[in-house]
């Protein structure tokens, strides 16, 4: 298993320190509903006060980082809402106002597989000879039935077109994928981890089902309508998962929650350390 924070540690020789933004951007989806999972907020990092501009963002994170871990290189992240959902000049301004602090070596790009084409692929990849840039897809999972049951709004071909017109601009992939969503079993989890691996990705954010405040995975679940994973059984997947993904695969991430005040269920998941701790000797063993 490659950890992405090895992967950097050895690139920039220290810990590199990702710190998300809100643009400011909306998303296409909402429209039509938005994801299940997802509430106003768009995956917001509870840090952000998302009336700052993207420099007072970046500035008052990187000192606070500065002062607590003693962090001396950070990434840029582009994670709430939909970071390409824009005009090409917009998105050029955006980027540029992080890329010109000192000390941000990568630019990370949350989107969704129907909000890019050429151009604005062609202005992401402009960045790659001064930064580590990575374009971060939401998939969540391979299977239609499941994208159309959580209202994701695109399809599993849609995120493999997106990726083939990426790599043509030679831009490193992650793609998000949720665990636990309503409907697939075991196996079709696994599924997905095997099919990426031929999906030519470079990196992969895993995440555990959990309900936030507001969104509409929220009634399901006041409604008894939805079964959250336990902590064992995500650990026992995630470890699975692994075994069944390509070791070349970067893992950039192997939990995530909510932030306090937006998480309901399930309330293991608050504790990520612990669930990475439970993972990795888990791991160790099956892989």
């Known amino acids: 298993m490659r950890l992405y924070n090895d992967y950097l540690r050895q690139k920039y020789g220290c810990k590199v320190y990702r710190v998300a933004l809100d643009a400011g951007f909306s998303c296409p989806n909402i429209e039509s509903g938005g994801c299940i999972y997802c509430n106003s907020k768009g995956s917001r990092a509870s840090y952000i006060n998302p009336g700052d501009s993207i420099r007072k963002q970046l500035q008052t994170r990187m000192q606070y980082l500065r002062d607590k871990k003693n962090a001396k290189k950070f990434i840029a992240y582009f994670q709430a809402h939909t970071n390409t959902y824009a005009s090409v000049d917009k998105l050029k301004d955006t980027y540029d106002e992080a890329a010109g602090i000192d000390d941000i070596v990568g630019i990370s790009i949350g989107t969704r597989p129907d909000t890019v084409d050429s151009e604005k692929l062609k ?5 790659k000879n001064r930064y580590e840039v990575w374009l971060e897809y939401g998939l969540q999972s391979i299977h239609d039935k499941t994208l159309k049951l959580i209202n994701r709004g695109h399809t599993f071909d849609d995120f493999l077109k997106a990726v083939k017109l990426t790599k043509e ?4 992939v992650c793609v998000h994928v949720i665990l636990g969503l ?20 470079d ?11 507001g969104s509409k995975l ?6 008894g309508k939805i079964k959250l994973l336990e902590q064992n059984e995500y650990v026992e997947l995630v ?9 070349d695969i970067i893992v950039q991430r192997l939990t995530g929650q909510g932030s306090m005040e937006d998480h309901i269920a399930p309330l293991w998941a608050l ?12 791991s160790s063993r099956l892989l």
Do not use: C
């Open 182 to 201: 309503p409907g697939e079993t075991k196996e079709d989890m696994m599924e997905t981890a095997r099919s990426l691996n031929a999906s030519n990705i």
């Open 271 to 282: 504790d990520k350390a612990g669930t990475i701790g439970k993972i990795s000797i888990s």
């Open 218 to 223: 929220e009634e399901l679940y006041r409604k």
């Open 123 to 127: 202005l992401i990849a402009s960045y």
């Open 203 to 213: 990196g992969i954010k895993i995440h555990v089902l959990h309900v936030l405040k």
């Open 239 to 247: 470890s699975e998962f692994l075994g069944n993904l390509s070791p």
């Open 169 to 172: 601009f030679d831009i490193p």
